[in-house]
């Protein structure tokens, strides 16, 4: 594992929370610098199915469950759709391993053997036959946060640009305040040791969306603060650290029964430059005085992995909510870009495509410029993590860890080998300060390494 120093412009935003005042200014710092205090993963409780399949059911579910049919083994959809395929379109008596699908439109993947009970349809107005939906008496999709625009705001909200008389920028107005007080529910400040960043409520039971970096890793324990200042617990599931999203889960038996309030979730499909959002979080932490921040932009760039807008993020925003000004959650902070006006969020969609290998207590991959690094070099074959070269000036170094040291645990993970050394490190952040115990000349020592970062860009 090699270290290079370069300065990485791309910073997670609790990277900036001590120099986002000299940001602001014009002025760039150097490599990012963040005192965190780790832990390694930890065991944590799997799933059973049926809570998956709730959890995904609340998430994801805009309509009423598709009925049930029997099983008829082979059975395709026209035009040889076999299972593994795409199916878009309008589905009328059709059976899917087992499914009966009337008049409902499928869009996902047909999973052998699989028994879908809901109708996997984008939540987003994305066709004509949604957006007549949802301007019909009475339509409400699932969530807390979604309200209705008036029809004078419809085309504006759904293909950006400005409001063009004083009445519009005042129904407008009237939006943002409406969405900004349903959004303030369910966004929540989490706060994992010593880091802070920002979550957001995204089902009844408890499942909260946030930023991979924030999560850290699968099984910690994290203090939520809710909007009323009232502080619950809950543990982190799974990342993909690809696209820096992130899945917790509020502790059971601590709302009194009662459901969470939790976002109204949307779509990342149908976005566009110029489209209105809004930007909610706790930067800095929780302040029961200044309450929930709110900021109001547009989008400035879609990309794959990525929104850019023009909501300007503080560091501890990272895992809060952006919702479109109908109040349904588009995406989720993750970092501040090259520059300080490049904020950056996750796709919402992206956290649907993960959903089961995070809820499944899985992390994987890594941000370009954000792969960790210790700086170490030594031999797999080896029956011990033994050190064989130090990169100069790589975080190793500065620990002061030797050649020939020994490591022989890893924050809360017991190091066998160097395999096991590297999937330790791989399973950290930039940034973040990690105690390691090293065997040398028969003492046992213990150094404090903050991990560093590669350039792999």
């Not at 995904?56 to 008829?72: D, E, R």
């Not at 349809?121 to 979604?146: I, L, V, Y």
């Not at 090259?338 to 969020?345: A, I, Q, R, S, Y």
Request: charged share 20%.
């Amino acid at each position: 594992m090699i270290l290079d120093s370069s300065p990485e412009p791309i910073r997670p935003v609790e990277a900036v929370a001590i120099e986002h005042t000299a940001s602001k200014r014009g002025h760039r710092g150097g490599p990012l610098r963040v005192a965190i205090v780790v832990c390694c993963a930890a065991s944590i409780s799997w799933l059973h199915s049926p809570t998956i399949s709730f959890a995904q059911t609340q998430f994801f579910q805009n309509g009423q469950p598709l009925p049930g049919g029997t099983v008829v083994p082979g059975t395709v959809l026209p035009g040889e759709v076999l299972p593994g395929d795409v199916v878009r379109g309008n589905v009328r008596g059709n059976i899917i391993q087992g499914n009966v699908i009337q008049g409902d439109v499928i869009q996902g993947t047909v999973t052998p053997g699989s028994s879908s009970s809901e109708r996997v349809a984008s939540p987003m107005a994305s066709t004509a036959e949604e957006r007549d939906a949802s301007n019909a008496p009475g339509f409400r999709p699932k969530g807390d946060t979604w309200v209705k625009p008036p029809d004078a705001l419809v085309e504006l909200l759904d293909q950006g640009g400005v409001p063009d008389s004083l009445e519009t920028m005042r129904l407008l107005q009237r939006q943002q305040q409406l969405v900004a007080a349903r959004a303030a529910e369910c966004t929540v400040s989490v706060q994992i040791g010593p880091a802070q960043g920002c979550g957001v409520i995204i089902t009844e039971s408890g499942y909260v969306l946030t930023a991979a970096h924030v999560a850290m890793r699968p099984g910690k324990n994290a203090v939520l603060t809710l909007a009323d200042g009232r502080t619950v617990t809950a543990t982190t599931r799974g990342m993909n650290r690809h696209v820096d999203a992130g899945l917790m889960k509020i502790n059971d038996g601590q709302n009194g029964g009662k459901p969470w309030p939790f976002a109204s979730p949307g779509t990342s499909e149908n976005l566009r430059s110029g489209m209105w959002c809004i930007a909610t979080g706790h930067p800095g932490g929780y302040d029961r005085e200044r309450g929930m921040v709110t900021r109001v932009g547009r989008i400035l760039d879609v990309r794959e992995d990525s929104l850019v807008t023009d909501c300007a993020l503080i560091g501890g925003d990272s895992g809060g909510p952006l919702f479109d000004l109908s109040g349904r959650l588009i995406a989720v902070h993750s970092r501040i870009g090259n520059e300080v006006t490049d904020n950056l969020h996750v796709p919402v969609d992206h956290y649907r495509d993960s959903w089961d290998r995070m809820n499944q207590g899985e992390s994987w991959g890594y941000l370009p410029g954000f792969k960790p690094v210790l700086g170490v070099r030594g031999n797999a074959s080896d029956p011990e993590a033994n050190v064989k070269v130090i990169n100069p000036g790589s975080p190793a170094d500065e620990a002061g860890i030797e050649s020939g040291d020994v490591v022989e645990r890893f924050g809360d993970v017991q190091i066998t080998d160097f395999e096991s050394l590297k999937a330790a490190v791989s399973d950290t952040m930039p940034g973040e300060r990690v105690k390691v115990w090293v065997r040398r000349e028969g003492r046992l020592i213990q150094v404090v390494v903050e991990i560093g970062r590669a350039n792999d860009q």
